[in-house]
């Protein structure tokens, strides 16, 4: 069965970096593109952008560009979501997910990443 | 503010039917399928209706979703107390080229 396990929660403070890894199972890492979707405190969701993990190509949401770095290692079929200069409002879970447009949609369990002094 | 506009809170009494809406634009729903989530409370969200209201299997054929234009609606037949979570829809969007999100819509069951 499909199974996204992702790295555990994380405390930073503002300014530093965060990775968060999401290792796939189940499916072939490589044929299915891999989503960052944010979600804060009691808001809703924020798609932060994806991976081709086949080619390693990217696209990210505007909001996060420059600040967002998204890798994946295949031999391990884990992705990998990094990013930086963090600040209070990062504090959120943040889910990678392998998201469709069909019946199959999977979701990570989520990273709880708290940016605090 | 989002890409998708839903209303923030929904609410109905055990065995009623409730609706919730979403609001796009030709980028996304206009010209793309919908998707809706139910969200409970420390849980990933988990998907509801693919294909604007096809329901993947073991979702109960109380939850149906529909799609006119630029609009989409999920609709709740025989309101559960179970059913009391956060409902999202999502679309593709050409110009994020990436998935839009709607706010989010908390539904109480009174």
């Known amino acids: 069965q499909v199974q996204l396990v992702q790295s555990g929660a994380e405390v930073k403070k503002p300014g530093a970096s965060v990775k968060v890894s999401c290792k796939a199972s189940?499916?072939?890492?490589?044929?299915?593109?891999m989503h960052w979707v944010r979600q804060a405190p009691g808001q809703g969701l924020e798609w932060m952008g994806w991976i081709n993990p086949n080619s390693g190509g990217t696209n990210y949401a505007q909001k996060f560009q420059g600040r967002v770095t998204m890798t994946r290692d295949t031999s391990i079929s884990t992705a990998h979501m990094e990013l930086n200069r963090l600040r209070s409002d990062d504090t959120a879970v943040y889910y990678c997910?392998?998201?469709?447009?069909?019946?199959?949609?999977?979701w990570g369990q989520g990273t709880l990443v708290t940016v605090s002094s | 503010q989002s890409v998708l506009t839903q209303p923030p809170s929904a609410s109905g009494t055990p065995g009623q039917r409730v609706t919730i809406s979403c609001s796009g634009s030709s980028s996304n729903i206009g010209s793309k399928t919908v998707n809706w989530y139910q969200q409970l409370p420390g849980t990933a969200p988990k998907l509801l209706i693919y294909?604007?209201?096809q329901r993947p299997s073991g979702v109960p054929d109380r939850f149906s979703g529909s799609k006119s234009g630029t609009s989409a609606s999920l609709a709740i037949s025989g309101l559960q107390s179970e059913d009391e979570a956060d409902y999202y829809c999502?679309?593709?969007?050409?110009?994020?080229?990436?998935?839009?999100f709607g706010g989010g819509t908390k539904l109480t069951v009174l």
């Open positions: 189940g499916y072939t890492f490589s044929g299915y593109h």
């Open positions: 294909s604007n209201n």
């Open positions: 999502a679309a593709w969007d050409d110009s994020l080229k990436g998935p839009a």
């Open positions: 997910a392998r998201l469709s447009w069909g019946p199959e949609d999977y």
